[in-house]
């Protein structure tokens, strides 16, 4: 396997013109994903993490303006057409979404659903791609799979039925899955069981995964690497456990303190950022996360911060230079 | 212990399904607990575990089929008409989405005010915008608000117009279904600081229903956990934390993910197989021997009684047994 990455963002914009203004979904965000690995991307509502997959499906919403670069593999995907977008679409890069329910066609069977995506990408017969249903089915560990293919998705629980978005999404062995909040309408206990059939996948597929999350607890139990994003911008990239052991952005560092803890000394207060999210269609001119930053200072209200490095594999948007003080509580 | 401002008995809510069969489900069976006065009780439970039926069938908005409700001197289950309007006065409720909770068509200003002119009509206007005014500060809202409608604001901003909504008429009791639940993370702490706050200084009693474990610890001095509509542990907060007796409880703290990746991938595996089961079949016995992990043939013929472990009162046969007491 070539340690090229398999895909390139570069200075990726979206906007999108409305009567309150332009609104800037995603302001110039870079990123690599390399063969098998896991990135995590965590931000806030708002934040453009979502934007950001639907951009690389070519699926942003009508309207959308987009500049900069998606390389797949030599490909552009900006601009490209519907044509090229739909031969990566599904068969290279796969999706998952947050709402199960809602990927789902209500009124087919899971059987159909899955073999129409076997028969139009493999064009098998019929029963060959039941046979590969059940596979799929098997790979995402449900119980019963033959029994499964007659069921429609309200006869599913919630656990079962994202398993079979993710057998969807596993259909033509994508070299990337996307997967967009893929626990948070889960419950815990299902969530974790969600999480350890990722982190099998990637180990047995080599697929990448790109998973988008609000929450960092999710980005500890699965990501390689991760993107922490603020109101459209990367402000934060690294290591997972850099990430977790030495946060270098007072917004990461913010998040961090805010998740409280199940054990240790109870504390008087929790943690929090103080403030609320910024506006996506009035943005200030300089850092968004100034009018909430304990360490902001003139400089940050002038322009944007840009991301730069600061240690191997460790990248931030942030002109403080000083120790990161504990948040206000 | 304290007094109890709410004293709950075998409370349990069946709702009769539409369609000729007649089917019944039953959301809640015979649940009691009680909250003493200026404490909070949180309640835990994954969906479909039944918590925010017990809120909704304390405040009589879902009808009960049993059980009694003790509050103020009177059974809340069996109020009727007039006493139930005058006591929904002591008795208020924050939902968890906020902006869906608020009246889209109303200013701040009239949503706060509402309450006020339902139980103390005859409160003279000026006493009346001043208490709203003290109410919004006391919540983190700016007087430049009062004008303002719902979607203005965001949610961590919308919750705190629905919490001096709840709190304007200084209730005894306060119910929270999932109130930080559809919030940012950053917003989440505020949030629960807040309220934790005015439950401090209002001395209210709180019923706090969240399936966030960090929030139901940081917030509430005893918890109870339900599962498929029954309880299953009720203990003290740091008795049910650090050495939590049911297997249900001890699967449901051992979901959660770990803010550090390398204490998360230590665990390989998920803590329990399955799903909650549809309450319209639940299981016999136990309701949580389908997926437990220490699951005996009795399990299946009794259905396991609350009974004293430790600090805690646990519903599991086999609770306490052995050397390491689990």
């Known amino acids: 396997m070539s340690n090229a990455p398999l895909l390139q963002v570069y200075d990726l914009s979206v906007s999108y013109p409305s009567r309150a203004g332009t609104i800037c979904a995603l302001d110039a965000v870079s990123l690599e994903l390399s063969p098998g690995e896991f990135l995590g991307i965590v931000g806030e509502s708002g934040s453009g993490k979502t934007q950001l997959l639907l951009a690389m499906l070519g699926l942003s919403a009508q309207g959308a303006q987009l500049s900069g670069s998606i390389n797949y593999r030599g490909q552009e995907l900006v601009g490209a057409t519907e044509r090229s977008l739909a031969a990566v679409r599904g068969r290279r890069i796969g999706m998952i979404f947050q709402d199960p329910m809602t990927a789902l066609n209500p009124y087919l069977t899971v059987g159909t659903q899955l073999t129409e995506g076997v028969r139009v990408h493999y064009g098998l017969g019929r029963k060959a791609a039941r046979r590969r249903a059940i596979e799929l089915l098997e790979a995402v560990q449900i119980p019963e799979p033959e029994r499964r293919l007659g069921q429609h998705p309200h006869e599913l629980s919630g656990g079962m039925r994202q398993r079979v978005v993710i057998a969807m999404a596993l259909i033509c062995e994508p070299e990337i899955l996307l997967a967009d909040e893929p626990t948070t309408a889960l419950d815990v206990t299902v969530q974790a069981q969600i999480l350890a059939l990722l982190r099998e996948l990637r180990a047995r597929t080599r697929a990448a995964i790109m998973l988008v999350t609000h929450d960092l607890g999710v980005i500890a139990e699965v990501a390689d690497r991760v993107l922490v994003m603020y109101a459209g911008r990367v402000v934060e990239q690294a290591g997972v456990e850099q990430l977790f052991a030495s946060a270098r952005h007072p917004y990461t560092l913010g998040l961090r303190r805010s998740i409280a803890d199940l054990d240790g000394p109870l504390p008087e207060r929790l943690p929090s950022i103080g403030g609320n999210p910024p506006n996506p269609a009035a943005l200030p001119p300089g850092c968004a996360f100034a009018p909430r930053c304990p360490q902001a200072f003139e400089r940050c209200l002038s322009a944007p911060p840009p991301l730069v490095n600061i240690a191997p594999g460790h990248a931030r948007a942030c002109y403080f230079e000083g120790p990161l003080e504990a948040l206000a509580p | ?326």
């Open chain 2, 1 to 326: 212990m304290k007094e109890a401002a709410l004293e709950v008995r075998g409370l349990t809510v069946r709702f009769a399904l539409a369609g000729a069969r007649q089917r019944v489900l039953q959301a809640v069976t015979d649940v009691s607990f009680s909250v003493p006065r200026g404490e909070t009780l949180g309640i835990v439970g994954e969906s479909g575990s039944g918590k925010s039926t017990i809120a909704r069938a304390l405040l009589r908005l879902v009808p009960a089929s049993g059980g009694v409700a003790w509050f103020k001197g009177v059974d809340l289950l069996a109020l009727k008409d007039e006493p139930l309007r005058a006591m929904r006065e002591h008795l208020q409720i924050i939902f968890q989405d906020p902006l869906a909770s608020l009246d889209p068509r109303m200013r701040v200003a009239q949503i706060i005010e509402e309450p006020l002119l339902e139980f103390r009509p005859r409160m003279d206007p000026r006493a009346r915008r001043n208490r709203v005014l003290a109410m919004m500060e006391r919540v983190g809202l700016l007087p430049a608000h009062l004008n303002r409608y719902p979607h203005e604001f965001s949610g961590g901003q919308a919750q705190r117009i629905g919490i001096a909504r709840a709190l304007v008429l200084e209730p005894e009791l306060l119910v929270c279904d999932e109130p930080i639940s559809a919030l940012d993370v950053s917003i989440k702490s505020q949030i629960a600081n807040l309220l934790k706050d005015l439950q401090l200084q209002l001395q209210l009693s709180v019923i706090f229903i969240a399936h966030d474990l960090a929030a139901v610890r940081f917030s509430c001095e005893r918890v109870l956990v339900l599962y498929l509509g029954r309880v299953m542990e009720i203990a003290p907060r740091d008795a049910l934390f650090s050495a939590p007796r049911h297997p249900y409880t001890q699967a449901l703290l051992q979901s959660v993910p770990i803010a550090d990746p390398k204490r998360a991938r230590a665990r390989l595996e998920a803590p329990i197989v399955g799903e909650i089961p549809s309450p319209l079949s639940p299981p016999s016995g136990c309701v949580f021997r389908t997926r437990c992990p220490i699951v005996q043939a009795r399990c299946a013929e009794q259905v396991p009684q609350l009974r004293a472990v430790g600090a805690s009162e646990v519903a599991c046969h086999r609770a306490g047994e052995g050397p390491s007491e689990r």
